[in-house]
């Protein structure tokens, strides 16, 4: 067969979709702004700096901030992100929905971990965008902390790798980018205008928030921030982020690129908007995203809402309070039991009381805000699902349910449960982005639950890209074994040359491929030789299988041009092998860079599983045993040789012939043994038995003992104090020393240096975690004094150039170190002495310098003023100088005082000090004739103390402040540094043993000076190695020295050769037969698996306790929901007495009309049910309850305003508007105020003036509309309040209904009512022409009876009336109404009747007449509140009511057609409109009719 490295390979490139620009991934995205940008997005920005202290802007913290105006357009924010941030669409974006003034503290700190562990977990494993509000508190600080620890993690592995040679510095690192962007408003930021007036980078100080203050500060651990600016509302705010998150559903930047999957089997999936044939990449059109609720407030349920609205998916955080409880329990509530009854019955009630608990300052005054609350809670319940899709997940927090840890499972499950089947285009671009998250989520449970099984009819294949991603992420083997068990990928398909190689040079951890096979097994430098290049791969001779050959000694194992022809369709034999040479070669490389359960799934997929299983035995088997170094790797290679396959502990090669068995029969060709009776291997055998028995010869017993760590550690010990005394011999030496011993030390310090290099060069190459920079310092030191003393003391010897005390001093400096090394050398193995050495050091190098620095300032300060105040006459010399500091230093030890009293034979000269005196006794300096005299009064004083009181101060001073405060200073110093070091001194400590006995295991056998012997073996072995490799090589030749030796093995080589070569492939009755053997061993362990999770079989029980108790917990709903039916039955009664009470009241009579109208019973037909002219049941409200100063919290009116429509069209315009839709329509932002404002400004009804009367210009017209009340309380004209919403409030109580029904105006609506009455007389003949009445008269009263009229709308019986609607008066529109209703005319009444032209209008259907008998009485009976059914909470009936009455009799029944319909009597069978009949009661009474 002809070599690799000869053949043409076939051009295999990687692929470019996937090939994006590299970048440094794992720290915080706060990417450097692009300023060329910033200008032309017209916004303003920059990055904001948090430091500890203004003062020292000491940095704590960055990130990149913009400043946005309210009306500013999600699109420009978007791209303002792209090109000035540079962000890219991320993988999926969390929004987390929380609240600073809702906040409830966790009280449950294990909670707190667990929900950062997740949210970290889970931003670890994806590009993922996490969007709060930025505010320093709350949920949102919880979740900063997160990353904040996250960052200073992320910092120690980064600084570790940067230490070690071996790390590729354009590796990309495997964690990606966090990027955390708060949605703030600028204006409640307490350093605002700091931001504004901000040029460059701002600083900022985070000094906690005020208890008192509204401003608010940012958190300081987010990586974006952007800051709406004139928002002072947090609604707006909120409005504005979901417009950003709606924007954040497309792409922002360069979206996803994603390889057309073309060979669906299924072509349901190719239906829809399919991709072009020619198109090959798929662009993503939409970004995933996830809303998490976590307690939160009223804004933040309205979050949620527009969130389901839109199709995103949210998860609530059950049990972590308010809003997210709230949504919770009606969810639950409503998917248990749906129906309506249980809904109004009991779920609203329920809410309004968690409502009025949870937010008790935001609903206690304001019902309607309330009820808006609940509703929209329902709405997000009820919108949870859609069809088959679910867009609402519910994640418990509490008791053993909670699994925040998991918080990537319920994202990622809420995320897939909102999808629907999609196909074509939308299908290709979901099922990889979807899988792709669950790839870095590892949640292979979720991608074959709910990604396979919604396809699980088409047979779909995976790209390239996302099996590369399963192949090299860590833990994703159970991905891989998905993707093979449903024939996802095809592996000959995938792998060629170039894919190997990039397998090599992409692994996650690097650090066993780099150490153990670079760096042991093919002896390569692997901080130059990784990322390695084609030629490991490309060959028969390529270095991957020159390192297979050295840990399995078979040959040719990889074939990289055989992987590149039959990846491109270009098979060497036929498809079926080339896969299952493909798979062969995953193993290899998986064993080899030492990923034992991928190797495991790869391996039970091969054509020879047993063989497989023995080959990556005997990889694993001998990496551990030659060229592992790390004994805890070793530890874990040698386990998984010893769970793969029998391990063979033989030091030497195995050969050929039996390493040719263990080849794949693939490669084989032929089944062929080799007899195993040869003397070699028998002794192997044997030796192998035996310790496997741990029966290890004598000899072997003392070789293991003296090369303990332990062994070395106490000989070296005992050899060094031999050496130390010797030494210190050496030192005591009198006079020049003696030159036998001297060379006796210096021979010792030689060896004793040699051994200190041999060592680091051998833990350099084994041991990189181990810091060496103090050894080879110490190597220097030692190289010093070795030349030191060779010059100082032997060369003197023979060349006398030094005196011998100068050789005395450097030989006592050298001595002090080599004692003093033994505490950092052999003391550190103590227990008790060790800890206790490494707070000595942290001590001296802390406090000890630091103690230094102070006392060195105050020891020459005092030391200089002592010394010139004691002896003002000493002479300006070295002497002096010396003098004062040794002086200032030794008095730490002991006191000296003698001179301060002076000495009295020379005290005497001091008696003139004055400054002439001075000048003579200096003339050195002032005067060059000085007297002889003068010169020996000098020299006098040069060595006299002075005595003052002075220098008794300066002295007294300086003591105390050395003796008493620095001296106790120290003490403290070094007890605070004990204290705090304490906890921490075991464990330094012990890691430093780690290095001693490290240090112990790579010494020689035999110490110093005994080493010479080792180093004369380790000469001798060399010499003997160099003459053997001379051997071989004269062997090879053609004419060497071993002609038959070479011939023999030459033959030997080309028969093995042939039988190793492929012939055929291997039979597939042998393929089945391994296929049932490995799914017979798969079965055996899935029964031992089975015997291990025994225990599991007690939760089964507690699951089916659990499901008992899920069937109580649906009696208990049950017998709720009976409880709820006759709670309401309860409520009906009740209703049913009060209203028969009241009529009781109303049939025994009240003797006051005004009376009766100013109690709360006259409030009865304003509480009946249906509404007029609808099938809308009122809020029953009970007698108690009708005041609006009673409390009533389970009070939910039902809303409803009658639209402007429905009026007859002549009055349409002035009609109000439905001012609850209009502010409904502003807060959903459906409609902005000013769109709002530009709908409705042709109404002058769109701002209405509350308790006044105004003239209004309508349609070119003026209107005068009169909005102030006619009631009167206490003789005094009620002023009506108004809601929250800036609605009146009937000031007469609740009505169980709220909006402006079916009335005209909000507030008061006023009319006139008229009874127009006479006496009712007996029937007459029309024969009868007497001008005598007769009137019926019962009990002595005469009988009264009216005109009425009948509603249209409601058939009813009414008074005649007119109401107050602006473009006629009121009494015009009752002679209107009554020419129309009654007389069945043509309205002829002006339009600006008064009270007067009312009564001259009635009063001309009297009979004429003079006698006092006749004519027509007027007068106005009542004027008020009317009890009316229409009435509402913000909208009801005023009327004047007017009697007018026929004395003599009337002529209207000339006139009045049907005048039988239209006069009835007045009493109490004639049923009237609302309380009419009490008006007409009340006119009855008055006249002293019979009622």
Not at 1076 to 1093: G, P, R, T, V, Y
Not at 1130 to 1153: P, R, S, V, Y
Not at 1300 to 1305: A, F, N, S, T, V
Request: glycine share 4%; aromatic share 10%.
């Amino acid at each position: 067969m002809a070599s690799d490295d000869n053949l043409d390979y076939p051009e295999v490139a990687i692929d470019p979709v996937y090939a994006t620009v590299t970048s440094n991934v794992s720290g915080f995205s706060t990417d450097s702004l692009d300023p060329s940008w910033m200008e032309d997005m017209g916004f303003s920005g920059g990055v904001i700096q948090f430091v500890y202290d203004e003062a020292s802007v000491q940095k704590a913290n960055a990130g990149l901030y913009v400043s946005v105006p309210e009306a500013a357009d999600a699109d420009d924010v978007a791209t303002y992100m792209a090109k000035v941030w540079k962000k890219r669409t991320p993988n999926i974006i969390l929004s987390l929905i929380t609240s600073n003034r809702h906040y409830k503290h966790w009280k449950d700190q294990d909670l707190v971990h667990d929900f950062q562990t997740g949210i970290i977990t889970a931003a670890n494993t994806t590009e993922m965008w996490i969007l709060t509000n930025g505010f320093d508190g709350g949920i949102t600080k919880i979740l900063g902390d997160a990353f904040k620890e996250e960052k200073q993690r992320r910092k120690i592995p980064s600084l570790t790798k940067m230490s070690m040679k071996f790390v590729n510095n354009q590796k990309q690192e495997s964690l990606p980018k966090l990027t955390v962007i708060g949605v703030v408003p600028k204006c409640l930021l307490s350093y605002n205008s700091k931001i504004d007036s901000a040029e460059g980078p701002v600083n900022i100080q985070n000094k906690g928030q005020k208890p008192l203050s509204d401003k608010q500060e940012l958190n300081s651990d987010h990586t974006h921030y952007i800051m709406l600016e004139g928002v002072t509302d947090l609604r707006e705010l909120e409005n504005f982020r979901i417009k950003l998150e709606e924007r954040f559903l497309t792409p922002v930047g360069r979206p996803k690129r994603y390889r057309k999957i073309t060979n669906l089997s299924d072509s349901v999936l190719n239906v829809g908007e399919s991709v072009p044939d020619d198109l090959q990449i798929i662009s993503s059109t939409c970004t995933p995203m996830v809303g998490l609720l976590v307690q939160g407030g009223p804004l933040e349920m309205d979050h949620v809402a527009e969130l389901l609205k839109r199709n995103v998916p949210v998860v609530v955080m059950k049990g972590t309070g308010l809003a997210a409880d709230l949504i919770s329990f009606a969810y639950l509530e409503i998917q248990e039991r749906p129906h309506a009854e249980h809904i109004e019955s009991y779920i609203k009630p329920e809410l309004i009381k968690k409502l009025m608990k949870y937010f008790p300052a935001e609903f206690k005054e304001d019902e309607i805000a309330r009820n808006r609350c609940r509703d929209k809670i329902l709405e997000c319940a009820q919108n949870a699902h859609q069809g088959e899709q679910k867009f609402l997940t519910i994640l418990p927090t509490g008791g053993a349910s909670s699994d925040l840890k998991n918080l990537d499972k319920y994202l990622l499950l809420a995320l897939f449960e909102s999808q629907a089947l999609k196909r074509g285009r939308k299908f290709q671009e979901q099922f990889q982005c979807d899988l792709k998250l669950t790839l870095d989520w590892n949640r292979c449970d979720l991608a074959v639950s709910q990604i396979f099984q919604k396809y699980d009819w088409a047979r779909i294949k995976i790209t390239h890209e996302l099996f590369d991603r399963a192949l090299l992420k860590k833990g994703r083997e159970d991905f891989v074994d998905l993707f093979l068990s449903r024939d996802a990928i095809q592996v000959h398909k995938y792998l060629n040359h170039r894919k190997l190689l990039y397998l090599f040079n992409n692994l996650e951890n690097e650090e066993f491929f780099l150490t153990v096979c670079l760096d042991g097994v093919l002896a390569k430098a692997s901080y130059s030789a990784y990322p390695v290049d084609k030629d490991f791969v490309i060959g028969d001779d390529c270095e991957f299988n020159r390192l297979l050959y050295r840990v399995t000694y078979l040959q040719h194992l990889v074939s990289s041009y055989e992987l590149s022809m039959n990846s491109v369709g270009s098979y060497i034999t036929d498809q079926e092998v080339a896969e299952r040479r493909a798979l062969n070669t995953l193993v290899f490389w998986a064993a080899i860079t030492f990923n034992a359960e991928l190797t495991k799934v790869l391996w039970k997929r091969t054509e020879d599983p047993m063989v497989m299983a023995l080959i990556v035995s005997m990889i694993w088997n001998n990496l551990s045993k030659n060229w592992c170094r790390d004994l805890d790797t070793k530890r874990k290679v040698r386990e998984s040789a010893m769970s793969s396959g029998p391990n063979d502990d033989s030091d030497d090669e195995m050969p050929p012939d039996e390493a040719a068995m263990l080849q794949p029969s693939s490669l084989q060709g032929e089944k062929w043994q080799q007899k195993r009776h040869s003397v070699k291997y028998q002794m192997r055998k044997m030796l192998s038995y035996g310790r496997q028995n741990l029966n290890v010869p004598v000899h072997m017993q003392f070789y293991y003992l003296y090369s303990a760590p332990i062994t070395k550690f106490w000989i070296s010990q005992l050899f060094y104090i031999l050496y130390l005394t010797i030494f210190s011999l050496a030192v005591l030496f009198p006079s020049c020393g003696n030159l036998h011993m001297d060379f006796v030390v210096f021979g010792w310090t030689s060896l004793i240096w040699v051994e200190l290099v041999r060592g680091v060069l051998a833990k350099k190459k084994k041991y990189l975690e181990i810091n060496l920079f103090w050894t080879k310092i110490e190597i220097g030191l030692i190289g010093i004094f070795l030349i030191t003393f060779c010059l100082v003391r032997i060369v003197p010897h023979f060349v006398s150039y030094i005196d011998y005390m100068t050789t005395k001093f450097v030989m006592s400096l050298g001595l002090l170190y080599f004692y003093y090394r033994t505490l950092q050398v052999f003391l550190p193995i103590s227990p008790v002495l060790g800890p206790m050495l490494i707070n000595i050091r942290r001590m001296i190098k802390k406090d000890f310098l630091t103690w230094m620095r102070m006392f060195v300032i105050i020891m020459v300060s005092g030391g200089v003023t002592i010394h010139a105040v004691l002896y003002p006459n000493y002479p300006f010399t070295m002497q002096g100088i010396k003098k004062a500091l040794i002086r200032a230093f030794f008095a730490m030890f002991f006191t000296q005082i003698d001179d301060l009293e002076g000495n009295d034979s020379c005290s005497d000269l001091y008696k003139n000090t004055s400054l002439s005196h001075c000048r003579a006794i200096s003339p050195d300096i002032f005067s060059k004739n000085a007297s002889s005299t003068t010169r020996d009064d000098v020299r006098s004083l040069d060595f006299c103390p002075y005595s003052s009181m002075g220098g008794y101060l300066v002295v007294m001073q300086y003591f105390v402040i050395t003796k008493l405060v620095m001296i106790t200073l120290l003490y403290a110093l070094f007890s605070a540094t004990t204290a705090k070091v304490r906890g921490e001194s075991e464990e330094i400590w012990k890691f430093q043993k780690y290095s001693l006995i490290v240090d112990f295991e790579e010494r020689l056998r035999l110490p110093p000076p005994l080493s010479f012997f080792s180093y004369l073996c380790m000469v001798a072995m060399g010499l003997y190695h160099c003459v053997h490799r001379c051997c071989n090589l004269c062997c090879r030749r053609p004419r060497g020295c071993c002609r038959c030796t070479c011939k023999k093995k030459k033959s030997h080589t080309e028969k093995d050769s042939s039988k190793l070569r492929v012939l055929k492939v291997r039979r597939t009755e042998d393929y089945n037969y391994w296929r049932s053997s490995i799914k017979d061993l798969m079965d055996m362990e899935e029964q031992e698996k089975a015997a291990l999770e025994r225990p599991k079989t007690q939760s089964k029980n507690i699951g089916v306790l659990m499901a008992q108790m899920d069937k109580q917990k649906h009696f208990n709903g049950k017998l709720t929901e009976q409880m709820a039916r006759m709670e309401r039955n309860i409520t009906t009664c009740n209703l049913a007495l009060e209203q028969i009470k009241h009529l009781l009241d109303k049939q025994q009579g009240q003797k006051n009309l005004t009376v009766a109208m100013k109690k709360a019973v006259a409030h009865v037909s304003s509480r009946q049910s249906p509404y007029p002219g609808t099938k809308i049941q009122r809020f029953p409200v009970f007698d108690k309850y009708v005041s609006w100063d009673v409390p009533y919290l389970g009070y939910d009116p039902v809303v409803y305003t009658c639209p402007i429509e429905e009026f007859v069209e002549a009055i349409q315009s002035l009609v109000d508007p439905d001012l609850l839709q209009i502010s409904r329509t502003a807060e959903e932002k459906i409609l902005s105020r000013e769109d709002i404002r530009a709908q409705y400004q042709h109404s002058a009804l769109y701002s209405p003036m509350w308790n006044v009367a105004a003239t209004l210009k309508i349609n070119n017209a003026l209107v005068e509309i009169n909005r102030a009340s006619w009631i009167t309380q206490n003789s005094t004209a009620c002023r009506y309040s108004v809601d929250k919403t800036n609605l009146p409030i009937n000031p007469m109580g609740r009505t169980g209904i709220r909006g402006r029904g079916k009335l005209w105006r909000w507030g008061p609506n006023h009319s006139v009512l008229v009874v127009l009455s006479r006496w009712k007389e007996k029937y007459k003949p029309k024969s009868d022409e007497s001008s005598d009445r007769d009137y019926i008269v019962i009990e002595g009263k005469r009988v009264l009876e009216m005109i009425i009229i009948q509603r249209l709308d409601t058939g009813e019986f009414t008074l005649p009336g007119g109401n107050d609607y602006g473009n006629m008066s009121m009494y015009s529109a009752l002679c209107k109404r009554f020419q129309q209703f009654v007389l069945d005319q043509e309205t002829t009444a002006k339009e600006n009747m008064t009270e007067q032209d009312m009564i001259s209008f009635f009063s001309k259907y009297s009979v004429p007449g003079s006698s006092p008998n006749t004519g027509l009485t007027s007068g106005v009976i009542y004027k008020g509140y009317i009890d009316d059914p229409s009435n509402t909470d913000n909208a009801w009936r005023e009327a004047e009511v007017w009697n007018l009455h026929y004395r003599g009799g009337s002529i209207l029944d000339d006139i009045v057609k049907e005048k039988e319909k239209k006069w009835k009597e007045a009493s109490s069978y004639t049923k009237l409109y609302g309380n009419q009949d009490m008006i007409v009661k009340e006119a009855a009474l008055l006249h002293g009719a019979y009622y």
